[in-house]
Nanobody
Framework: QVHLVESGGGLVQPGGSLRLSCAAS????????MGWYRQAPGRQRELVAS???????NYADSVKGRFTISRDNAKNTVYLQMNSLKPEDTAVYYC??????????WGQGTQVTVSS
């Protein structure tokens, strides 16, 4: 497994921005597909964005044009830049790593609250 630690969550007003970071341990980071998921109260966990080892990205329709996922393999870190935040973006955000070698791993989650 890969140990993942998220940071960067918090309270922000609608229209504001936050950047989440996920630091990964281990040597398989560079070959892992990394993803950000979120779970709001009473709802299922959903994929927000993912990025492959080659840099290909995928986004949920609800965040396209507002969120950007990126990775720095030298720092074993994946980021989620969130702009134009809306109240409906409020959720616990989880970092995920997946590789054929190690399978899936999850971080502990970081709370994002969008409210005035």
């Amino acid at each position: 497994q890969v140990h993942l630690v998220e940071s960067g969550g918090g309270l922000v007003q609608p229209g504001g921005s936050l950047r989440l970071s996920c630091a990964a341990s281990g040597t398989i980071f560079s070959i892992a597909t990394m993803g950000w998921y979120r779970q709001a109260p009473g709802r299922q966990r959903e994929l927000v964005a993912s990025i492959t080892s080659g840099g290909s990205t995928n986004y949920a329709d609800s965040v396209k044009g507002r969120f950007t996922i990126s990775r720095d393999n030298a720092k074993n870190t994946v980021y989620l830049q969130m702009n134009s935040l809306k109240p409906e973006d409020t959720a616990v955000y989880y970092c995920n790593a997946f590789s054929v070698v190690a399978g899936p791993s999850w971080g502990q989650g970081t709370q994002v609250t969008v409210s005035s």
